[in-house]
């Protein structure tokens, strides 16, 4: 019997590796000394920093392997031995998400912002409490509102939410990235965004979910 296992992804706008040719630039790595981010944040940005600096190699890497999981229905793919993932689009919006990447041009890499690291660790750690899912706190203050309350002063921000993935940093990436389910695809359009420099990333257990990570992009003048 096939066990299956949700996930959940929620975007405000303001697993399956393939073989390595060659190891990505430690450039990319643009968190790896942040002491204030554990090693799973760390590594999200760095999955975020492969995907936005060559898309056409994610593509091959990460997203077409990806493809050999699914099953003979084209709905759902092994996550883990045993445990199947249920989607929305199947095989569909991953076609779809290569396709996009592999017209997608290099776009630059962000880094590390103090600040929205606060911010999102806050927020990953309110949901934990309060077992929500969502952009609005669990007090009711809306994204925009906690991202002011924590003085970032960037131009432009945006958030991304998932959870209920295998706890990689590459798992979280992929279904982001992919965004199975989301119409406005709103979590690609953050990951991929030219409006972004910065980011900050949260990542922890739920009581529903297992675990959930917030992303919160933003943009400052000068770094």
């Not at 921000?157 to 992919?178: H, K, M, P, R, Y």
């Not at 992303?215 to 400052?220: E, I, Q």
Request: glycine residues 6%; proline residues 4%.
């Amino acid at each position: 019997m096939k066990r299956f296992f949700l996930i959940m992804s929620l975007v405000f706008a303001g697993m399956m590796a393939g073989s390595t040719q060659e190891a990505w630039p430690d450039s990319l790595n643009t968190a790896a000394a942040t002491a204030s981010m554990s090693q799973m944040e760390r590594d999200v940005v760095f999955e975020i920093n492969k995907l936005r600096s060559n898309p056409k190699r994610y593509v091959q890497e990460v997203v077409q392997p990806f493809l050999e999981r699914f099953s003979e229905s084209d709905m759902e793919y092994e996550l883990s031995p045993g445990l199947w993932m249920r989607t929305q689009e199947g095989v569909k919006a991953v076609k779809e998400c290569i396709s996009v990447l592999k017209k997608t041009k290099p776009l630059p890499i962000l880094y590390p912002d103090e600040i929205l690291i606060k911010a999102a660790h806050a927020h990953t750690q309110d949901m934990a409490r309060s077992g929500t899912f969502s952009h609005n706190s669990s007090d009711g203050t809306s994204f925009s509102d906690r991202i002011q309350q924590f003085s970032f002063d960037g131009t432009v921000w945006g958030e991304n939410l998932a959870a209920g993935f295998e706890n990689t940093a590459q798992d979280v990436v992929l279904q982001l990235v992919i965004d199975d389910g989301v119409p406005s695809r709103g979590h690609r359009k953050n990951l991929l965004s030219p409006d972004f420099n910065v980011v900050g990333i949260g990542c922890g257990e739920h009581p529903q979910w297992r675990t959930c990570c917030t992303m919160d992009f933003g943009r400052r003048v000068a770094r």
